[in-house]
């Protein structure tokens, strides 16, 4: 295919570097084919498919927030439920003091020992509800990772797996 275009210095180059015109342009045209079909049926499957995982990733994150969100609810309840308990034992302290001016030294001794009963009771309490909901929270953040973790690399885990990254997210969340 000698045309009147390919004559001149890029005819004469391109017959020095042994250009086959009507081969050349067959691979562009199947070049082109090919490119466009990758684009269509592939491409755009694959792009979808990154999206999809993008938009799971950002919803893990935003229940990882949440759950932040929640320990720190919990947080200041266990607090604010610790300083009631102290300010009621604080109360009942002072009450049992003002009982023990007027009582003899026997019934003073029964009323602060049990003052501070209910006291260790309170903290005790407290300590055991601060420890549940904090054992709640591991759980669910644990369940959260693994499900996310499950569903990101797309393979279904093992037990060995749930309890390795269980024991991990406790760790952090611990730390």
């Known amino acids: 295919m000698n045309l009147i275009m390919f004559g001149g210095i890029i005819g004469d180059t391109a017959r020095e570097f042994g250009v086959d015109w009507p081969h ?56 604010e439920t610790l300083q009631q308990a102290n300010a009621q034992a604080v109360k009942l302290i002072e009450e049992a003091r003002a009982a023990a001016a007027r009582v003899q030294e026997q019934e003073t001794q029964k009323a602060i020992a049990a003052a501070e009963q209910i006291i260790a009771k309170a903290r ?17 953040v644990g369940r959260l990772v693994v499900q996310t973790t499950a569903t990101v690399t797309g393979k279904i885990l093992t037990p060995e797996d749930h309890k390795r990254l269980a024991e991990e997210t406790a760790r952090q969340v611990s730390a």
């Open 24 to 79: 050349f342009i067959a691979q562009v045209i199947s070049f082109g084919l090919v490119a466009f079909l990758l684009h269509r049926f592939a491409y755009k499957r694959v792009v979808d498919m990154l999206e999809e995982r993008r938009q799971l990733i950002a919803e893990s994150m935003a229940n990882a927030d949440k759950m932040k969100d929640e320990l720190a609810k919990a947080e200041s309840q266990r607090q």
């Open 124 to 140: 005790e309490a407290a300590a055991a509800d601060h420890a549940r909901m904090l054992a709640e929270l591991k759980r669910e």
